[in-house]
């Protein structure tokens, strides 16, 4: 069953200016027709333009604010304005589920349509973010392993240096060791000619055994 559509001409709010009262001030007598027509703005109530609220206590084409020139037709103005914009909202709100539901067959296909595209757009920036997600995690890990293969190429610099340095202290260690070798060697067969001289030249041994 299809409801019926709902349309501005099916609730008027209109009311003829004439039949509002007018008070009247001390210099100037301020009639409903100084106002902008409701009706007309009520006729482009489904248009862009917005219809301006007026103020009380300073009517159009008054240049003098007073408690004097407030006038109901202003009033009733402000009024008309606000039932045209709640009327156009719960127009603009209907108009969105009426479709799917109530409208013409080119309608219904138009609405699937939408939501076909918009679906399709969700999927498509669904998919992006992932592309995206994937490209971060691979650059962070490429960063990662960047990382940890200069912290191994450190770490084996530092084991060869090690090496080096522990090389070159056991070959200094080594030669000063023969080194020293060599100096009690020398120092020790010295010592022995020079006892060997000295025996030679002792008159106590005669018989020369002792050498």
Known sequence: ?????????STPVCIPHDTLPVRQSRSLVVTPMMFPSISDSARLWTSSQSIPRLNPLHPPLVYKRTVSLETPAV???????????????????????????????SEREEYRKELREQLKKQMEEKCAALKL???????????????????????????????????????????????????????????????????????????????
């Not at 069953?1 to 001409?9: F, G, Q, Y």
């Not at 490209?135 to 990662?144: G, R």
């Not at 260690?173 to 020079?194: C, I, P, V, Y």
Request: glycine share 2%; hydrophobic share 30%.
């Open 1 to 9: 069953m299809r409801l019926p559509a709902i349309s501005i001409a």
């Open 75 to 105: 009033h009733h103005h402000n009024h008309q304005r606000t039932l045209i914009m709640q009327r156009r909202e719960h127009h603009r709100y209907h108009q969105v589920w009426r479709k799917p539901f109530y409208g013409t067959s």
């Open 133 to 211: 997600q994937l490209a971060s995690k691979v650059k962070e890990a490429e960063y990662l392993r960047e990382v940890d293969r200069l912290a191994l190429s450190s770490e084996r610099d530092l084991r060869i240096q090690h090496s080096k340095a522990m090389t070159a202290y056991r070959d200094e260690n080594k030669r000063l060791m023969e080194q020293s070798w060599r100096d009690r060697a020398l120092t020790r067969s010295q010592e022995t000619l020079k006892e060997r001289k000295l025996l030679c030249l002792n008159p106590i041994n005669w018989s020369g055994t002792l050498k």
